[in-house]
Nanobody, 115 residues
Framework: QVQLVESGGGLVQPGGSLRLSCAAS????????MGWYRQTPGKQRDLVAR???????TYADSVKGRFSISRENGKNTVYLQMDSLSPEDTAVYYC?????????WGQGTQVTVSS
């Protein structure tokens, strides 16, 4: 079992930056991979970025070059650095952990990009 708590969302102007944090309740080096997903009303939840236990990263095409996922094992925390934000990035962002056959989700954090 893994509990995930996201933080760092908020309102930011276009072109601005935010850093999201996802704190896990157990050692993240024991988790196969962790990722960030986002969802807007009426749409499915889509992958934004993911990082494996070995450190391999994957990004959605729409965020490549602007977002960066990283982790700090000592704090059991995964981060999503988001730069050059645009209104199209507005969504609820969810952290997910995959361990074996199980997926665990955080409660989500709202990111709103607006002037």
């Amino acid at each position: 079992q893994v509990q995930l708590v996201e933080s760092g969302g908020g309102l930011v102007q276009p072109g601005g930056s935010l850093r999201l944090s996802c704190a896990a309740s157990r050692y993240i080096f024991t988790i196969d991979h962790m990722g960030w997903y986002r969802q807007t009303p009426g749409k499915q939840r889509d992958l934004v970025a993911r990082i494996t236990r070995g450190g391999t990263t994957t990004y959605a095409d729409s965020v490549k070059g602007r977002f960066s996922i990283s982790r700090e094992n000592g704090k059991n925390t995964v981060y999503l650095q988001m730069d050059s934000l645009s209104p199209e990035d507005t969504a609820v962002y969810y952290c997910k952990a995959n361990s074996g056959a199980y997926d665990y989700w955080g409660q989500g954090t709202q990111v709103t990009v607006s002037s």
